[in-house]
């Protein structure tokens, strides 16, 4: 996200392998426990929203991709100290395990923050965030390609163009000029979104059962490397004395502490109470509030289109998710009735 903020709610339901009972038994009632999860669910897409606005706040100071590098230099070590904590196997083993890494560290850390990082150089944390939220789309239609078991139909199909036609009209291509700054900027992040899906669904493709804590702590780290170099051969200037400036510290510290460490715990706390259906909506909540955030703390000011393009994207993400949300519907309304 990016998230994600580091938004995963594209790769495989976790595996927990855990060394103790991270939700524990609940003594909740019912009305209690879905209070807590909408309080949980609201505190999560607000992290997340401004977790966008840190993101525009912080590139004042420093250089997009040394920025995203270390904001994972600090959340890679954190990640791997709670997976050794929380996991019995923390160190990835054998092949398999480790592809699964690469994959992560290349496209979801990485190729994902290279270019959204790059990209919200030029346009509004509103925007950014409205076009990340095309990754569950852009998963499904990965999927179609690689992974022929979760083939589309005629509606998932025209959903994930409906989605791309959001892109469209949030990005306001000039046939005239291609290449304006703001369109490559949201064309970037567009790419960020897509190399976010793709990493996705090939670490599902590869299946090797990694928990999801060990894959993320190892992804952060060497994803943070990459960029590490990435950053190098960028020749971005490295002048640590504007690193010190407190919105520049605030920033990476957010990132690093607050939309990564704090965020992750969030989601799978609530992935675990919640499915993956339900909790992809933050996804469609976090723009909302990076909005919100970005006016009163920026001053940005998004314009109509964007809000249509929004909109168009959330249509594409219900047709293609349709069937999902309704079986998710039906066994709340059991579930509800077995309460009563």
Same mark, same amino acid.
């Given at each position: ?227 590490? #170099?990435?950053? !190098?051969? $960028?020749? %971005?200037? +490295? /002048?640590? =004395? *504007? ?49 919100? #955030?970005?006016? !009163?703390? $920026?001053? %940005?000011? +998004? /314009?109509? =289109? *964007? ?34």
């Amino acid at each position: 996200m990016g998230v994600f903020a580091w938004n995963v709610p594209l790769c495989p339901e976790p595996r927990r392998h855990t060394k103790r009972n991270i939700q524990g038994d609940s003594p909740e009632t019912g009305g209690v426990s879905r209070y807590r999860n909408f309080v949980l669910f609201l505190a999560l897409a607000t992290i997340w929203g401004s977790a966008f606005v840190a993101i525009s706040a912080g590139l004042e100071h420093y250089p997009p991709v040394l920025f995203a590098a270390l904001r994972y230099d600090i959340a890679g070590v954190v990640m791997l100290a709670y997976a050794a904590y929380a996991v019995e196997d923390w160190i990835p083993r054998g092949r398999t395990e480790w592809a699964t890494v690469a994959v992560g560290a290349v496209l979801l850390i990485a190729a994902y923050h290279t270019f959204l990082f790059v990209g919200q150089q030029h346009t509004t944390a509103a925007a950014a965030a409205i076009l990340v939220s095309l990754s569950p789309v852009l998963t499904t239609g990965f999927a179609r390609v690689l992974m022929p078991s979760d083939a589309l139909s005629f509606v998932g199909l025209l959903g994930v163009g409906i989605g791309l036609v959001g892109v469209v009209v949030i990005a306001q291509p000039d046939p005239s000029n291609l290449f304006a700054t703001e369109a490559v900027a949201k064309g970037l992040i567009f790419c960020a979104a897509a190399s976010f899906a793709l990493g996705g669904v090939l670490t599902r493709r590869i299946d090797s059962g990694l928990p999801i804590e060990t894959m993320e702590a190892w992804s952060m780290l060497g994803g943070a490397l990459i960029m590490h #170099v990435i950053s !190098l051969a $960028l020749a %971005e200037p +490295i /002048d640590p =004395t *504007t690193w010190t400036h407190p919105e520049a510290l605030a920033a990476v510290g957010y990132l690093a502490l607050v939309a990564s460490a704090v965020g992750f715990l969030l989601y799978f706390d609530l992935l675990e109470r919640l499915g993956a259906v339900e909790i992809n909506m933050v996804t469609y909540v976090a723009p909302i509030v990076a909005a919100v #955030v970005g006016w !009163l703390y $920026l001053g %940005e000011v +998004i /314009d109509a =289109t *964007t809000f249509v393009g929004f909109a168009l994207i959330v249509v594409g993400f219900v047709l293609v998710k349709r069937r999902a949300i309704r079986d998710e519907f039906a066994s709340r309304g059991i579930r509800s009735r077995a309460d009563d």
